[in-house]
């Protein structure tokens, strides 16, 4: 044992010498690291920049829980359990993510990361987390703002612009995918003014990008390359991998001025009635298209008849996006802030013609002439009466062939009461595109709900 010892060592010995010529070789070999400055791309500066002002939201809703003993199968057996629903409420949190936008603690994010919240907290990158308070949503473009209530300096993010980007710019994006706070992902912009449709709608003038979007992302800024906002991220194809969507910031800055100022978004018109193009009117109009909305009522002093609009013409394309039917155009429209000028392009007797025009905030003074041109019917003021009192139907309007007659009362539009006629004009106001309405009418001592279609 001891001679094994003794052998182990000398051993040791001799190899010494060598390990210690090989140790500054082995130490050459480490590369050394890079300055940090070097380090420091434009993506890395970006982030820098604008991560201090980006937050992760938490909402918290209250739903009722079924006590359905069985296993339901389809809307019949959803709706008679639905009677069994146990009334104690459930509390359920979501993840979302936004931006702080002004020095007041006002945070733009998605409407759909807000709905049903009874309890909003945002936390910033460096720990802080506030209460929040909902200023305004509008479900019509997915934007909505919260405000922060805090003492203390709050940092803001710079909101760039939107109508010059490139396609194939680096964009970055951040957010709160899955519960990962402030994650950082990057690609490039693969296309601008896209569509996506939902199960019952559709949304135009979309950013697209294949830098990650995850669930958890929404709400939060699409950066360019220098830091700056051109985005918020709200949508992305779950079928797909590298497709994600963002609202430009263009239009995301309106719509958040019009929340912070108003709480909601004012209905904007062009002053255009449009129709379904049928292979009749096609055929009659010698249309060459198999697409389009045809104008068939354009409004006196509205911004489309001081462009230059016409009865008779046939929309083409709008705001840069083709016009499949009147939806489409109503879908548009609704995407369009007030104040913002767009460019239409028409068919009028087989020839092209492009107008540009700018949206206004609909008048509602003008709602009830809208109603007699959509809904066939006009109202009056009565005293002692609740409502809104039918004072004439036009002979082969929409509230005629469904037997409305003068003398009815409206009490709701679109399940919101009308008890006067300024909530009248607002409910009507919002009717534009809609292909049809729920009214409550009386009749005597009789309340009747009836489907209005809208012509």
Known sequence: MRASLHAFYLAARLAAPRAAALLPLAVALIPAAAPADERRTPVVKAVERIAPATVNI?????????????????????EFFGRFADPRPRTTQSLGTGVLIDERGHVLTNEHVLAGA?????????????????????PETDLAVVQVRADETLPVASLGRSDDLMIGETV???????????????????????????????????????????????????????????????????EAEGIGFAIPIDRARVIAGELIEHGEVSPVWLGLRVQRLTPGLRSAL?????QGAL?????????AKRAGLARGDVVIEFAGTDVIEPRTYFEILRGIPAGEEAAIRVERERKPFSFRVRSEVFPEDRAEELAEVLLGLAVR???????????????RGSAARIGIRPGDVILKVDRVDVTDRPGFQKAVSKLRGRRQVLLLVQRGNRGYHVTLPIS
């Open 58 to 78: 938490t909402t918290t809703q209250k739903a009722h829980r079924s006590v359905n003993p069985f296993f339901r199968r389809g809307r019949f057996f959803d």
């Open 118 to 138: 009874t309890e909003i907290r945002v936390t910033l990158a460096d720990g802080r987390e506030f209460e929040a308070e909902l200023i305004g949503a509008d």
């Open 172 to 238: 970055i994006a951040i957010g709160n995918p899955f519960g990962l706070h402030h994650t950082v992902t990057t690609g490039v912009l693969s296309a601008v003014n896209r569509s996506v449709r939902s199960e019952d709608s559709e949304y135009h003038g979309f950013l697209q990008t294949d830098a990650s979007i995850n669930p958890g992302n929404s709400g939060g800024p699409l950066l360019n390359i220098h830091g700056d906002v051109i985005g918020i991220n709200t949508a992305i194809f779950r």
């Open 286 to 290: 010698d249309v060459k298209g198999r």
């Open 295 to 303: 104008v068939s009522h354009v409004f006196d002093g509205s911004p």
């Open 381 to 395: 003021e009565q005293a002692s009466v609740r409502g809104l009192v039918v004072s004439r139907v036009a002979p």
